[in-house]
């Protein structure tokens, strides 16, 4: 079965750190490229970053410099770290990625930062 599982959010202050993973099933190679994107409240989900096979990275431009993404394929995960984190990176963090021609989703973690 091909899933995304994520774990890792949770409440923190602001000016803190969290970092988010996501496991991935199957070939890790197969999963390009893989993102992380938020969804507040009434709100588009919105892509926060993204990273390919070979490492190659963007991210949006409200978290440019305070988070890194990256993968481990020898364990098939994707991680974000997220510093610095301000009250309006509070939402549900999903976690996606290409497999093979087709999208999936992760189940979402909450991440809150309290001011």
């Known amino acids: 079965q091909v899933q995304l599982v994520e774990s890792g959010g949770g409440l923190v202050q602001a000016g803190g750190s969290l970092r988010l993973s996501c496991l991935a099933s199957?070939?890790?190679?197969?999963?390009?490229?893989m993102a992380w994107y938020r969804q507040a409240p009434g709100k588009q989900r919105e892509l926060v970053a993204r990273?390919?096979?070979?490492?190659?990275?963007n991210y949006s431009d409200s978290v440019k410099g305070r988070f890194t993404i990256s993968r481990d394929n020898a364990k098939n995960m994707v991680f974000l770290q997220m510093n610095n984190l301000k009250p309006e990176d509070t939402t549900v963090y999903y976690c996606n990625g290409h497999y093979r021609g087709n999208s999936y989703w992760g189940q979402g973690t909450q991440v809150t930062v309290s001011s």
């Open positions: 199957g070939d890790i190679f197969s999963w390009n490229p």
């Open positions: 990273i390919t096979s070979i490492g190659s990275t």
